[in-house]
């Protein structure tokens, strides 16, 4: 059945629910608030499908968290899983150690990344991943002597993780309030036209966004900055898609003061923007790209950093101990699961398929929605599209009027998605998809159905409250 456990029980879902709120502490989330709805029960995937324990089928329209690449229920990953285990579960990279899988993926993916980087840092996950980016550009930069050189520039409204570190280097405000600073992290502002662009083109504003980094490093002293971070799509911050001159233009900045650049690829790694890694397609060259999510699909936990040339030459070659690692560093078990989801991935060309097939079609079908009283300016780069929901619409983005943000508007829209059966995020009142790159034509047609029917719903919900 759909709604039975792994171990082929039925679920009681009352029950599950009681216990979630008085054991489970969720990411993310206000708790008093999830006790008086009740946890979603998840206990099944299959392709671009999930099933809750009261037997809802629901379409993912975000690939979990950004990461099920290649849809629900594969059983070459699982096999490839349940081997290694028997094999070798567990063993550390410390100390003059090594294991097979680890090995392998590493070379698979100095074969897949960008010419210059052959050598590949494991961690579990993207948080992990940036943590290390912060002690391998100061360890960098101390290297060659320059120990002043430690401040990393990152953007307001970027994600990076949640470790200190990461949510430092990100520029959620929330976060930074709770703990998530650090020394020597700056923040200039996201490339985000709607916001920022009013009187400009867009090819105008993206030099100008570009510019507030070579502000923010004369402001600094360009002696002090080790690196700047930008994921090349922002998508926790609301699938924020550059202008086509920012990412050229940040490249010549940080090579004019010789600061290392850092493309975040958690999310726009393998294949998601329709390129295997984002900077392609943004015609950047980083230092170093972070990954994770879409390595494994989610699978099982994995991550890290891409070294290119530049930085190796420097830490690896001549820097002697680098003090840094986890017990988990190229986890056998993740790099199986990695190597065969990777494997998938190019076998059934997914990456061409979301640049030349089914992404150019899921952005046509999405844009559609701009018909929609309650949409403006929907877009979409590879498999990852948003819309903005307005109170009243106007040609330019910048002039469109928003609903006040106390109305929740996104929230309300996010319940009538879930119940016209498809998941879409709402970061405020922009709402976002980024579904698995295995989605076919037919279910586009039917995911942008779904999300029609659920806008009417919407509309009508927000007339009856009065706020439209
Ligand atoms: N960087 C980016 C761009 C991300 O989107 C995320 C997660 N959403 C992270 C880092 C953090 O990854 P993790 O949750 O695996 O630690």
Redesign the pocket.
Known sequence: SDTKSAAGQDVDTAAVRKLDSAHFIH?FTDHAALADKGARVMVRGEGVYLWDSDGNKIMDGMSG???VNVGYGRTSISQAVYRQMETLPFYNSFFNTTNLPAVQLATLLADLAPPSFKHVFFT???????DTNVRMVRRYWDLLGYKDRHTIIGRIN??????VA?AAL?GMSGMHAQGGMIPGVAHIGQPNYAESGRGMTEAEFGIVAAGWLEEKILELGPEKVAAFIG?PV???GGVIIPPSTYWPEIQRICDKYEILLIA?????GFGRLGAMFGSELMQIKPDLI?F??GVTSGYV?L?GVLVGSRVASVLIDKGGDFNHGFTYSGHPVSCAAALENLRIIQDEKLVSAVAVDTGPYLRQAFCALASHPLVSHPDACGFVAGLNLVKKKADAVYDCEPFGSDDGVGMICRGHMFNNGIIMRAVGDRMIIAPPLVMTKVQIDEMVGRIRDALDATLADLRQRGLF
């Open positions: 990411p968290l950004w990461c579990s996950s993207g948080s992990e991943a940036n970027g994600y990076h993780g949640s470790t990461g990100g994921e922002q998508g926790a975040d690829e958690v999310i726009t972070t994770a999510k936990p991550g």
